[in-house]
């Protein structure tokens, strides 16, 4: 899932390399700010993906489970004991 998601980035970090590189002249320079600061925010991102897919590669996983609410066998009880009037009373 991670590597996904960094593939995903990374092939936005070139386009946006690409367009600076290639239309730099074409573009305001408060947008080609914007391009730049947003390929910074990128790498940024793609540094964090990795560092937790190393983390999650070198410690496992630890098992989760799942438990219910408890109940108190008194509640229990009282339940049933009114579900069986009820249909008593029918």
């Known amino acids: ?8 980035l ?10 600076l590189e290639n239309k730099s ?10 391009i730049f600061g ?3 925010e990128i790498d940024v991102m793609v540094q964090t993906l990795e560092y ?3 983390k999650e590669l070198r410690e496992p996983t630890p098992e989760i ?17 009114n579900i069986n009037k009820v249909f008593k009373n029918r």
Request: glycine residues 6%; without cysteine; proline residues 2%.
């Open 65 to 81: 489970k799942l438990i219910g609410p408890q109940e108190s066998g008194s509640t229990f009880k009282k339940l049933f004991n």
């Open 52 to 54: 937790y897919r190393a």
């Open 1 to 8: 899932m991670l590597s996904e998601i960094s593939k995903v």
């Open 38 to 40: 947003a390929i910074n």
């Open 25 to 34: 002249g074409e573009i305001e320079i408060e947008k080609q700010h914007q």
């Open 10 to 19: 990374d092939k936005r970090r070139t386009e946006l390399t690409e367009l």
